[in-house]
T-cell receptor
Framework: AQRVTQPEKLLSVFKGAPVELKCNYSYSGSPELFWYVQYSRQRLQLLLRHISRESIKGFTADLNKGETSFHLKKPFAQEEDSAMYYCALRGNSGNTPLVFGKGTRLSVIA | GAVVSQHPSRVICKSGTSVKIECRSLDFQATTMFWYRQFPKQSLMLMATSNEGSKATYEQGVEKDKFLINHASLTLSTLTVTSAHPEDSSFYIC????????????FGSGTRLTVV
């Protein structure tokens, strides 16, 4: 079964501090992993995906198949990073939807 | 970029009535639309997958007679909550795949349904 686990509901950090949002997944094959972000009063939007190996807004995430993790990291948090972050998984067969974790609310304190 | 327009953004209805939620792809053709439901402080839970011109595929536990999905064209998918009850109150979000390989998913802005 496909499952995405985000163990933290809320993460509060001070501005300038490093951030790590944890995500673990369960999937029998080779999934595609994503991070989505939802800022206040805005729709869900893609932040980054593991296959592109890019850094967006200073965030990076590395897929660790051994640990089945896809943690989101940023070295220096900014106030505008405060939002709801969802880790999501997509199976690699056919027309599959995204499976979401429960989300982590990041609050960056000035 | 690819945009999905979802309406209404907020609706309040009486128990027993039906509510239709529309999602339109504005500048691309959405052959597949995913419908999610989100309870307060919970994650997005997939309800059903609709493909243009065919019947929707519902997730386990989702009543297909209660949540009617129609995907009659490549730019419009609708979700109708029939005989709504207070427990149907939730946030409903549609999502469409973008691109041939489906790496991109674009989301509607969501519909807050309150059944009184």
């Amino acid at each position: 079964a496909q499952r995405v686990t985000q163990p933290e509901k809320l993460l509060s950090v001070f501005k300038g501090a490093p951030v790590e949002l944890k995500c673990n997944y369960s999937y029998s094959g080779s999934p595609e992993l994503f991070w989505y972000v939802q800022y206040s009063r805005q729709r869900l939007q893609l932040l980054l995906r593991h296959i592109s190996r890019e850094s967006i807004k200073g965030f990076t995430a590395d897929l660790n198949k051994g640990e089945t993790s896809f943690h989101l990291k940023k070295p220096f948090a900014q106030e505008e990073d405060s939002a709801m972050y969802y880790c999501a998984l997509r199976g690699n067969s056919g027309n599959t939807p995204l499976v979401f974790g429960k989300g982590t609310r990041l609050s960056v304190i000035a | 970029g690819a945009v999905v327009s979802q309406h209404p953004s907020r609706v309040i209805c009486k128990s027993g009535t039906s509510v239709k939620i529309e999602c339109r792809s504005l500048d691309f053709q959405a052959t597949t639309m995913f419908w999610y439901r989100q309870f307060p402080k919970q994650s997005l839970m997939l309800m059903a997958t609709s493909n243009e011109g065919s019947k929707a595929t519902y997730e386990q536990g989702v009543e297909k007679d209660k949540f009617l999905i129609n995907h009659a064209s490549l730019t419009l998918s609708t979700l109708t909550v029939t005989s709504a009850h207070p427990e149907d109150s939730s946030f409903y979000i549609c999502s469409a795949r973008v691109g041939a390989r489906g790496y991109g998913y674009t989301f509607g802005s969501g519909t807050r349904l309150t059944v009184v």
